[in-house]
């Protein structure tokens, strides 16, 4: 990462970042990774802590793959909610580019999980951001780690879908920063 870079997260990070803007409160809340609505998701409720964002979840058995493990597919779901909620830090919604998991070991069900992202480089049109999956009660432990690169939403996308869910104008009319 180069300084300039270095600086322009940092000066952000300093501005402070409403949580309210990372979790979802519009009447749509139905994301599969977030949303309150959906009671089949995950749920998860992200904070800003120092310049990361972070969730923590507890898995049950409903998303295990192999017995007593998550599935895969589960945590990259947290790796890209989360990650997705570090491009806040440019200050637009953005949704996910592309998205690199390297899993490192199998997570286990019913144990506490912490989820945490931080920019990387934020560039005029793209965010780059990099983030792990581990033990809560023991960071050490890391289940996956991953990079993502975010694009804006398009204007186009938007009216688009506030115009097929109406409930989601007010998600789109709040800015990150």
């Known amino acids: 990462m180069s300084d300039e870079t270095r600086a322009s997260i940092a000066a952000d990070a300093q ?11 519009s009447g749509y809340q139905a994301c599969f990774g977030c949303g309150r609505r959906n009671l089949d998701g995950l749920q998860l409720v992200f904070r800003v802590e120092g310049d990361e964002i972070v969730a923590e979840y507890t898995p ?3 998303f295990q793959g192999f017995p007593g493990v998550l599935h895969g597919g589960v945590l990259a779901t947290m790796l890209d909610e989360t990650l997705s909620r570090a491009a806040v830090y440019a200050g637009k919604w953005m949704m996910t580019a ?4 390297r899993y490192r070991r199998a997570a286990p069900i019913g144990q506490p999980l912490r989820v945490s992202a931080r920019p990387t480089q934020v560039r005029s049109r793209l965010v780059s951001a990099r983030g792990s999956v581990r033990l809560a009660s023991d960071p050490t432990v890391i289940f996956a780690e991953a990079d993502g690169v975010f694009m804006p939403i398009t204007a186009d996308y938007e009216r688009e879908m506030v115009s097929q869910r109406p409930e989601l104008a007010d998600f789109f009319e709040r800015q990150p920063r």
């Open 15 to 25: 501005a402070p970042l409403d949580e309210q803007m990372l979790n979802d409160s």
């Open 60 to 62: 049950d058995e409903r």
């Open 98 to 101: 592309r998205l690199e998991i």
